[in-house]
């Protein structure tokens, strides 16, 4: 039983920030905006990674794809952490660092999540949709 409790409270915790973050990339929030500007990556880069964050979202939550989701998640949050610890800063317009821990949680959460299902890395070559 508790085999298949860790995985899902993994899930449902990368799965959350990552949609609850959408809002504000999706909607062009300030904080967002000022970032991806700083990036150099406005709208796109928000636009995009935005996208990346809603596919890996949904990717963790079906069982089958659990792995690959938790792949492109770590991706996409080594792109976020990397930002903070080399352009942003750790806290971005006084946020307390919420965006940067929050960004290590997820890849956190997803990493454990690829450890946890290692042995399926191999399905992912043979997968059918």
């Given amino acids: 039983m508790k085999a298949t409790i860790l995985p899902w409270i993994l899930r449902l915790i990368a799965a959350a920030i990552l949609i609850q973050t959408l809002f504000f990339k999706f909607t062009a929030a300030p904080e967002s905006v000022y970032i991806f500007t700083t990036l150099g990556m406005e709208p796109f880069g928000r636009i995009g990674s935005g996208v990346a964050e809603l596919i890996a979202a949904i990717l963790l939550l079906i069982p089958r794809t659990t792995l690959l989701g938790a792949f492109l998640s770590c991706g996409v949050m080594l792109g976020a ?13 006084n946020d307390g660092g919420t965006l940067f821990i929050l960004a290590l949680i997820t890849f956190i959460c997803s990493a454990a999540l690829v450890f946890i299902y290692k042995n399926q890395i191999f399905n992912l070559l043979k997968f059918k949709f």
């Fill in 81 to 93: 952490i990397a930002s903070h610890v080399l352009i942003l800063g750790y806290e971005v317009q």
